[in-house]
């Protein structure tokens, strides 16, 4: 199964206004892996994560997909493969129902109508949204938005699934639902979040940017035991090593 590998090698995004986000960010995900991409406000995490969606060009670097590089001509392939919940859910949500967003993507899929409609049930269940099924997208809250989100992308069952901010906005049982989901989830995953506790819990190795580029890559433990590491990249330590939970 190695074709769900991700590799990115020298990683170089800069915004239009001269903002430097990735300054040759490199790193490997095997299949099977779940890792934390972590990091300070603006440290690039999202910027990062719209590059591995073709989102943005980067100037420089290549990005690996299971051995397909990413490019405008392999974008909507690799698009297929990859699950993205975005940092925000509005744009990701655009269909007038909650019904019709979990299953646009399945029916792209050319699935037939009641896979369709299983795979919806059992997504929205997977993120204890079964209940807003047939609400307008539009009316509800945010922690509803957040995990209607993450079903819409479930229910496609990608092969890497890769998710910026995932537990912002959920309550605590919800944020449990999304914890359980990410440790059921056996193909590759990448989450850049705040939430290091989650990080913990769900992430065997994390990935900390800091100012564009890959200040630590290691066994999640480790990485936040690291107190000069934690310092220099304006992080602490998640809750649960601090003693707090
Ligand atoms: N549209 C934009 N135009 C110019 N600069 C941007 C834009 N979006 C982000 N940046 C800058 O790029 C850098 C990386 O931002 P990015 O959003 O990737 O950070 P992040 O790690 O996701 O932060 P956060 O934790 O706040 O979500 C920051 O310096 C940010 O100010
Ligand atoms: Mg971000």
């Known amino acids: 199964m190695s074709h769900h590998f991700l590799d990115v090698a020298g ?9 430097e986000a990735l300054n040759g960010v490199s790193f490997r995900l ?33 990005v690996n997909v299971g051995g397909t590089i990413l490019a ?35 029916l792209n899929q050319g699935l037939s ?19 807003l099924s047939e609400r307008p997208t539009y009316r509800l809250s945010g922690g509803e938005k957040r995990a209607v989100a ?13 998710m910026d901010e995932p537990s912002s906005g959920l309550d605590p049982k919800g944020r449990r639902l999304l914890i359980q989901l990410l440790k059921k ?26 100012e564009g580029k890959v200040a630590a890559d290691g066994a999640s433990r480790e990485i936040f035991e690291n107190a000069a590491l934690l310092e220099r990249c304006h992080l602490e330590p998640p809750l649960c090593m601090q003693g707090k939970c």
């Open 72 to 106: 405008r001509n392999t974008v909507g392939e690799i698009r297929k493969r990859m699950g993205f919940v975005f940092q925000d859910p509005e744009d990701q949500l655009f269909m007038p129902t909650v019904f019709d967003d979990v299953a646009f993507g399945p």
């Open 150 to 162: 993450i079903a819409t992308v479930l229910s496609m069952l990608p092969d890497i699934l890769v």
């Open 185 to 210: 989830f056996t193909h590759t995953r990448l989450v850049a979040t705040h939430d290091l506790d989650l990080v913990m819990e769900a992430c065997s190795r994390t990935i900390v940017l800091h």
């Open 113 to 131: 109508v009641p896979e369709v409609s299983s795979r919806v049930r059992e997504s929205l269940e997977g993120v204890g949204a079964a209940h």
């Open 11 to 19: 990683l170089c995004f800069a915004y239009p206004d001269g903002t």
């Open 30 to 62: 095997e299949h099977g892996e779940s890792v934390g991409l972590v990091g300070a406000n603006g440290a690039g995490k999202s910027t990062m994560l719209l590059a591995l969606a073709g989102l943005v060009l980067p100037s420089g670097g290549t």
